[in-house]
């Protein structure tokens, strides 16, 4: 089964506009969740990431949200630009190292 | 830096071909991955390594497999390719305690 659940699986969003990302999961011994962004034909690239001890981090215009109780977090995207439409994977991962991605959000920013 | 390195970058098979995915990391890093991505799934973890000599199964281990002989080194075979294996795969790595994982560029394999 999906061990993490994404949403929408696309988004079109005006140039300046909030974008927003959400995920789910259901283990609870998951510890590390991160954001991977990934252009056509390129690997994915880590964006940003947070551990569950911590509700919010935030670097430049992206932004995550986590509630743990929820067992939800999420990506902002303030001020979107057209540079920023690819594809988004939120992720989680326990001790051990191993990843469970969710199943992508393609994003496009309109000028 | 050359970061994660994957070759070929593509490849057409055919049905029951074998080949090899190379994927080669300069990080020494610890920790080895293959996915493969299909559209509208996401990644799926195909099989993974802790250190040279040590892998073990994904989500989707099966028609693969996979050696680590080296630090660097982690190629993925497929033995009896079938129409079901047509997918990108990316190789990853992540450092011993880190959680960020570094990819390659990826392998764009079609099975006709």
């Known amino acids: 089964q999906q061990q993490v659940k994404q949403s929408p699986q696309s988004l079109i969003v005006q140039k300046g506009g909030i974008s927003i990302i959400n995920c789910a999961y259901e283990?609870?011994?998951?510890?590390?969740f991160p954001w991977y962004q990934q252009f056509p034909g390129k690997g994915p690239a880590l964006l940003i990431a947070?551990?569950?001890?911590?509700s919010e981090k935030k670097e430049g215009r992206f932004t995550i949200s986590f509630n743990k109780s929820a067992k939800q977090f999420s990506l902002h995207i303030m001020d979107s630009q057209p540079g920023d439409s690819a594809t988004y994977f939120c992720?989680?991962?326990?001790?051990?190292?191993?990843?469970?991605f969710g199943t992508g959000t393609s994003l496009t920013v309109i000028p | 830096n050359a970061g994660v390195t994957q070759t070929p970058k593509f490849r057409i098979l055919k049905i029951g071909q074998s080949m090899t995915l190379q994927c080669t990391q300069d990080?020494?890093?610890?920790?080895m991955y293959w996915y493969r991505q299909d559209p509208g799934m996401g990644l799926k973890l195909i099989y993974y390594?802790?250190?040279?000599?040590?892998?073990d199964k994904g989500e989707v281990p099966n028609g693969y497999n996979v050696s680590r002989s080296t630090t660097e080194d982690f190629p993925l075979r497929l033995e009896l390719a079938a129409p079901s294996q047509t997918s990108v795969y990316f190789c990853?790595?992540?450092?011993?305690?880190?959680?960020?994982?570094?990819f390659g560029q990826g392998t764009r394999l079609t099975v006709v």
């Open positions: 992720a989680a991962s326990s001790t051990g190292n191993q990843f469970y």
């Open positions: 990080m020494n890093h610890n920790y």
């Open positions: 283990n609870t011994a998951f510890d590390y």
């Open positions: 947070i551990r569950p001890d911590v």
């Open positions: 390594s802790v250190g040279a000599g040590i892998t």
């Open positions: 990853a790595s992540t450092p011993l305690g880190g959680r960020g994982a570094f």
